[in-house]
């Protein structure tokens, strides 16, 4: 069966009966249905917090299809739960874009996916519209500034770069020009729209930390300059109470189900190349008041969002993981071993072994984290047992444990190993979280660290419009803010052809945007898409409803 066959052959559970999993009273849940809750604040516990593990599962370079993350961090759970374990999943929000994109949906695969699949892949409980208001609601305020004049704070148009954001992919909104038609339509200007999961909101949503920090963290958000080259922030515009406001539910953590019956929370999606690409602070923080074991992910490759996870977002909230779970793939290896995407199914352990390089780089990095590492081998049919003993003899050489995971086949019971590997280490572990950067060191010193300890670049290369960025962030005071790089995923160095593991390459800086409200730089390298454009066959063209209400093309 494909995966929403396997999806609505399952029986879920009530999510009430979800909740008392996690010792949650249904009185405290703010319900979407049988199937879906919101959670409240009052219920995260810092004490726990710090006492609870957390798990983070990342991966090595992926292929465009991806190597399992949030399928193996669903199987996972399911095997904790199986082997004794309180564990619960949480996980980002899929975005429509992909869902309608390439990937027809984004809740996990085959017998390891979180529940209710059509609807957490579709419209869910309203957090991405909630996102996109509040975007917009920003973008309109600042036209109307723009168009008022016995009001205006005499904002520069030309300085403006807030965009509109919509959650679809659509590559012709990249460029427009909007205030045509008049001198009632607004002033004319060019802009664009990006994807919500690109919006900076959708950053500050998960990196707040109560609904205080939300609406104070709007309040920073840059607008742009005044003809007299002072600065604009949202809070100028009066604009961040109204956007709270908006953002009131969107705050509150999503609760669903596994599979299996074990408790997911969802809430947030950020891209992981264009922001910290991991779920909420709240999110985690409230699966680490209610169970003993958290495992969650973060985007793309660990050089991207597991950088981005310890660097910012743990840094951010004080917390502090047990141990990470890297994510491989026979077929991902063999890519970076120079097999061609279309040959990837054929047997090839030379590619393989060639390919280990670009796998044991992500495990120097995770160990200059100070964090223990666990290799977790996503099986597909594909992969032949000569092709899995080399990366297995690979991984004892470098002292890394190394599990065959078949979660997509077998669900829980394929991760009972993984699992019990996972909770060995995670709770023997006397190994402690450090950063890569302190926040207070100089911009330049923290891009440096980051290109040159992770990616594994020789130098960093600033355009003229990048030092131009750097005085700009001095100017604002911004300078103690960490880095969000903008980069590839699909190479460890900022070219995309680059595959394995690049060496003596020098990672070129075009230009740094500022995301004073989300509390972090974006130093842009490389040509980042953010409103990606559907493919010649869009996901779309195969996804239907028939007259029961039954979804069918969502996999």
């Known amino acids: 069966m494909n995966d929403i066959e396997i999806a609505r052959a399952a029986k879920m559970r009530d999510i009430r009966e979800i909740a008392a999993l996690l ?13 879906k809750a919101k959670l409240p604040l009052s219920l995260i516990d810092l004490e726990a917090v710090k006492r609870n593990k957390l798990i983070l599962v990342s ?5 465009p299809a991806g190597e399992g993350k949030t399928t193996t961090s669903i199987g996972l759970v399911q095997g904790l739960n199986r082997i004794g374990k309180q564990a619960t999943a949480v ?21 390891s996916q979180v529940l209710p699949m ?40 030309r300085t403006v770069t807030w965009k509109r954001v919509m959650d679809m992919n659509d590559r012709a909104l990249r460029k427009v020009v909007i205030g045509l038609g008049g001198t009632t339509s607004g002033v004319p200007r060019e802009t664009g729209f990006d994807i919500t999961a690109a919006s900076e909101i959708m950053a500050i949503l998960c990196l707040c930390e109560g609904l205080s920090d939300l609406k104070q963290r709007l309040g920073n958000i840059f607008v742009g300059f005044t003809f007299d080259k002072k600065p604009v922030f949202a809070r100028d515009l009066k604009a961040n109470g109204a956007m709270a406001a908006l953002l009131k539910d969107a705050i509150q953590p999503n609760l669903v189900q596994t599979l299996e019956g074990n408790p997911a929370i969802l809430h947030g999606g950020p891209f992981a190349n264009i922001a910290q690409g991991t779920n909420s602070v ?11 074991f958290v495992i969650t992910e973060a985007g793309f490759g660990f ?33 970076h071993g120079g097999v061609a995407l279309s040959g990837l199914k054929a ?37 032949t047992q000569e092709e899995l003993d080399v990366i297995e003899q690979r991984c004892q050489e470098l002292g890394t444990p190394v599990v ?97 593991r690049p060496k003596d390459f020098i990672v070129t800086v075009r230009e740094i945007e500022i995301a004073s409200g989300a509390g972090f730089l974006i130093p842009i390298t490389g040509d980042i898409m953010r409103m990606p454009g559907l493919p010649s066959q869009p996901a779309a063209e195969n996804i239907d409803i028939d007259d029961d209400g039954n979804i069918s093309g969502l996999f």
């Not at 929000?93 to 992909?98: A, F, K, V, W």
């Open 91 to 111: 996980l980002r929000e899929p975005s429509l874009g992909p869902v309608f994109g390439i990937k027809g949906g984004a809740t996990g695969g085959g017998y």
């Open 404 to 500: 065959l995971s078949d979660i997509w086949a077998r669900g829980g019971a394929g991760g009972e190993e993984l699992a019990q590997v996972v909770a060995e280490v995670a709770e023997q572990s006397t190994e402690h979280f450090k950063p890569l950067y302190d926040w207070n060191w100089s911009v330049e010193d923290k891009i440096k660290a980051v290109a040159t300890k992770i990616y594994g670049a020789k130098a960093i290369d600033y355009t003229s419009k990048a030092r131009a960025d750097l005085r700009k962030i001095k100017q604002l005071e911004l300078e103690k803010l960490p880095v969000c790089i903008a980069k590839t995923q699909k190479s460890l160095s900022d070219n995309p052809k680059l595959l394995g």
């Open 23 to 35: 010792k949650v009273d249904e009185s405290q849940l703010q319900l979407y249905g049988k199937y």
């Open 282 to 292: 709240l999110a985690t923080r409230m699966g680490l008041s209610l169970s003993d």
């Open 59 to 63: 991966a090595i370079s992926p292929t």
């Open 303 to 335: 050089d991207l969002g597991a950088e981005k996870f310890f660097d910012i977002k743990c840094q951010s909230a004080g917390l502090s993981p047990r141990a990470v779970v890297l994510v491989a793939t026979v077929r991902a290896l063999k890519y």
């Open 118 to 157: 059509e609807d957490i892949n579709l419209h869910f409980t309203g957090d991405f519209s909630a996102i996109e208001k509040a975007h917009n609601l920003l973008a309109a305020l600042i036209d109307n500034n723009l168009q008022n004049k016995q009001l205006s704070l005499g904002i520069d148009p």
């Open 347 to 383: 047997p090839d352990p030379q590619a393989v072994e060639k390919g280990m390089e670009n796998l044991e780089k992500h495990l120097e990095n995770i160990k200059q984290f100070g964090l223990p590492a666990i290799v977790a081998m996503n099986r597909f049919e594909s992969d």
